[in-house]
């Protein structure tokens, strides 16, 4: 089975940054695309980036020229460098991976979601 484990939430003023890391772990043969959604008290979740394999990227319009995702092919890892955060910021941050296994084929796998709290 795979596993995706997130860290580096936490609570932050407005304007401060915050770094996220998840690594995906378990018998992996390779991973695709990766990506960070977020999910506010009373929304819908959201996706705020994604990368390819390749090193391609996309964001969310909100968070465009603040936020930048990287991975690490290597470590199985995706990051999320977060800067100038608002309190609009404020969610659960939720990574996602999808990933090929030998058995199970290609599938998306999420982790469990880290809180990302921004005081104004």
């Known amino acids: 089975q795979v596993q995706l484990v997130e860290s580096g939430g936490g609570l932050v003023q407005a304007g401060g940054s915050l770094r996220l890391s998840c690594i995906a772990s378990g018998i992996i043969s390779s991973i695709s695309d990766m990506a960070w959604y977020r999910q506010a008290p009373g929304k819908q979740r959201e996706l705020v980036a994604f990368i390819t394999d390749g090193g391609s990227t996309n964001y969310a319009d909100s968070v465009k020229g603040r936020f930048t995702i990287s991975r690490d092919n290597a470590k199985n890892t995706v990051f999320l460098q977060m800067n100038s955060l608002k309190p609009e910021d404020t969610a659960v941050y939720t990574c996602?991976?999808?990933?090929?296994?030998?058995?199970?084929?290609?599938?998306?796998?999420w982790g469990q979601g880290t809180q990302v709290t921004v005081s104004s």
């Open positions: 996602s991976a999808d990933v090929q296994t030998r058995i199970f084929g290609l599938r998306t796998y």
